[in-house]
């Protein structure tokens, strides 16, 4: 565990999977919750990933390869080897998994030092992968519940929905536990069929959604398509750039990462989704989830307002 992450301050971080991406280049590290920590320490923002590794030279590699990226981290040692995903990539870009079961990140615990780091949490980010597990979910759920209530407290469902990790129930929980939605148009027709809104156009579905479980935004990413953020009083609708894409792992995730530093700089909502669709598509035109953002995107959040330091 590393000690960085025990001060008594507010932190932004990214619970579940931790792993390494198997991508036609080589290993890279991984996860969708260690990459949103990742980028939001390149926001300068005090963030950390937690999650779970094996005592073996897979988890010992990942622990310093976090370090050497500056991110802060709760990596508990369990007796599971260390996560690992095969990522094969088509003629775009675009990924698919092949996800190994039985892991260390499946089997996150939840200790004292983590409930601790729960209770100064201002932003989380989680998913529905990590919580396939009954121990990684009742980890992720009580974290949750752990941390302080609140106006400027975020709690972010990124739902990045792969293969058949995920049931209905466990959306719904998340769903009312979350008050920002992360999801894109191939996770949003899945929704759509698991809570009855066939038929209606993905606005109407994402407004549906925002209503009935009190959320503060839903963010809705549709690749080349372009991508829409919506408010109780906003819509915000920013084409998505053209770039020469290298792969895509990784981009949604960085794209939730600059939306919320954003936001926890005091920017509004069109200014965070301007700095997202930025910073996803800078992603998608690098190699593996956690390239090195470039100051023209960094230096746009200077961190005096409300952000966390």
């Known amino acids: 565990m590393n000690t960085e992450a025990n001060r008594k301050t507010e932190w932004v971080v990214g619970i579940g999977e931790a792993l390494w991406d198997i ?7 991984g996860g969708a919750p260690a990459n949103f920590a990742y980028h939001m320490s390149q926001f300068g923002l005090r963030s950390c990933a937690v999650s779970a590794v094996g005592d073996d030279e897979a988890g010992r590699e990942l622990r310093n390869q976090l370090r050497e990226k500056g991110v802060g981290h ?11 995903v095969e990522v094969t990539l ?7 998994y092949e996800i190994r079961q039985g892991v260390a990140w499946d089997n996150i615990p939840f200790t004292p030092q983590i409930e ?23 980890t992720i759920g009580r974290f949750l519940e752990t941390m302080p209530d609140g106006e400027g407290q975020y709690k972010v469902f990124d739902i990045n929905l792969r293969q058949h990790f995920y ?8 769903l009312r536990k979350c008050n920002i939605l992360k999801i894109n148009d191939e996770e949003l027709a899945v929704v759509g069929s698991m809570f009855g809104l066939e038929g209606m156009q993905p606005g109407e579905q994402c407004r549906t959604l925002l209503d009935r479980y009190g959320l503060r935004i839903v963010i809705l990413t549709c690749g080349a398509a372009g991508s829409s953020v919506f408010a109780p009083d906003t819509r915000s609708y920013i084409p998505t750039p053209r770039v020469e894409v290298a792969d895509t792992v990784g981009a949604g995730d960085s794209f939730t990462a600059s939306f919320l530093a954003a936001l926890l700089s005091g920017l509004g909502i069109g200014e965070a989704h301007r700095l997202a669709v930025d910073v996803a598509a800078h992603v998608c035109s690098q190699h593996g989830a956690m390239p090195r953002l470039p100051e023209r995107f960094t230096a ?10």
Do not use: W, Y
């Open 167 to 174: 049931t209905q129930q466990v959306v719904e929980e998340s």
């Open 116 to 138: 601790e780091l729960a209770r100064h949490t201002r932003a989380a980010c989680f998913g529905s992968l990590a919580q396939r597990s009954p121990v990684s979910h009742r």
């Open 300 to 309: 746009r959040l200077r961190n005096d307002g409300p952000a966390i330091r």
């Open 23 to 29: 991508l036609p280049e080589g290993r890279k590290i």
């Open 74 to 84: 709760m990596l508990e040692t369990v007796p599971f080897p260390t996560g690992t």
């Open 90 to 96: 088509d003629g775009a870009g675009i990924p698919s």
